[in-house]
């Protein structure tokens, strides 16, 4: 229904977010970076965020937002 605002939608937003700040852009970072990961790890953290961010959209879509 057009119209209709699901704050839940929203929410998840914003947890993805912060959870993309916390894990990939805050002295944590530096933290498990320099814990010898393979070269591929930061690609994966991104992949990671760039499909939660497809299921946030997806789920948006239907609302018109």
Do not use: K
């Amino acid at each position: 229904m057009p119209g209709t605002f699901d704050p839940g939608a929203r929410g998840n937003s914003v947890i993805l977010g912060l959870l993309a700040v916390f894990l990939l852009c805050t002295p944590f970072a530096t933290w498990w970076l320099s814990q010898a990961p393979p070269w591929y790890l930061p690609f994966l953290g991104w992949a990671a965020m760039l499909v939660l961010c497809w299921l946030v959209v997806r789920r948006l879509r239907p609302h018109g937002l």
